[in-house]
Structure formats: C-alpha cells, structure tokens
C-alpha cells in the first residue's frame, strides 16, 4: 500500500510562464510520445499554449506524492509493477479530478490542468476524427502547454520526482494546477 501527501503552491501566470513554460520545447517531446495526435488533451491543437495560459492570472499546484510502503515495493516487480503503478495512478487521478472539478464550480471562470493525459476513455475518439465525447471533462496537462512538471515539482511544490526502472519506485508523484483569476483561491 501507500500513504499520500499533499503540497501546495500558486504564482502568478506571469511569473509561471517566464521561469517554468517552454512551448517549443515541450511540444518537441509531446511529438515523441505515442499520445501525440491520437488523444484529445494532447497536440497539435488549434490555439496556442500560451495564450492559454495567458487567458488567466494566477495558477494553483497540487502536487500529490504516493508513498509507497516497504512490502509492496519488494513485492511489486518486472510486469506485476506496471500493472500495479498503472492502476494505482489511474485510481489517484480519477480521485484528483473529482477533487479539481470541484474547484472549478467553488471558483467560476477556472479551469484545471490534469495530471498527465486524458483517460476519461478506454480509447479516444481522435483516431477516428470524431470529436471527444467528454468536452465538457477533458482537461490539458500543465507538460503538454509547455510546462516543465520536473522544475514547477522541484522548485514550486518542494518534490523531487522519481521514475520507474521497470519496478515499483518509492514515490509517485502526480502534479494539477488550476488557472483562475482569484488570488484567493485555495486548493
């Protein structure tokens, strides 16, 4: 099993954009990845990153980190791992999206970003050139409008990000924001 903990941070958009988002670079790594194309919350789009940031003043961080404790790590190897850290993150994310789309009704006028891509679906409709059928859900990450989730984990949240070599690692971390207007706004 594993235990969870919560970090939190905001700046300004402003801020965010100059020291943490990098387009061109970001999209060059989405265009490597097998979602690039073929899923909805992933590029190419049809609208700029920035100026979706830009459409709001402040963005909110939750960087929420699964420890995992010493039997499953042990237990957790080779194809069992990814099995397990598949379904663990899956369940994470769907919990955290409830949670996020709750802040979008408590602040109007704000949007989330997902911890990763969209996986509303089994398998999206994009391929298919059919619209998605959960417009009204899918949500963009903050890695695929150009921000860096290692740095914003690293500097904003206090979280160093760990990564899979096959088996289950001590720690994995998911990262959602909220764009919005309010200051005040609290995640």
């Avoid at 100026?51 to 961080?61: Q, T």
């Avoid at 919990?95 to 408590?106: D, H, I, P, V």
Wanted: hydrophobic share 35%; net charge negative.
């Amino acid at each position: 099993m594993y235990h969870i903990e919560e970090f939190k941070n905001k700046t300004t958009v402003k801020n965010y954009l100059e020291h943490y988002v990098d387009v061109t670079a970001f999209l060059e790594y989405c265009k490597a990845c097998r979602c690039y194309g073929r899923i909805w919350s992933c590029p190419p789009y049809d609208f700029e990153p920035q100026a979706y940031w830009e459409m709001y003043r402040y963005v909110h961080l939750l960087g929420t980190k699964l420890t995992f404790d010493r039997e499953a790590i042990e237990k957790e190897k080779g194809k069992e791992a990814a099995a397990y850290i598949r379904q663990v993150y899956l369940n994470a994310k769907e919990q955290l999206s409830e949670k996020m789309y709750g802040l979008e009704q408590r602040y109007p006028g704000s949007v989330t970003l997902s911890a990763g891509n969209c996986t509303i679906c089994s398998e999206c409709t994009r391929p298919a050139g059919q619209a998605c059928l959960h417009p009204d859900r899918m949500r963009y990450s903050i890695e695929v409008l150009g921000g860096n989730v290692v740095k914003t984990a690293e500097e904003l949240l206090g979280v160093r990000l760990q990564w899979t070599d096959g088996d289950l690692p001590e720690t994995l971390t998911l990262v959602n924001g909220l764009l919005t207007d309010d200051p005040a706004a609290e995640i």
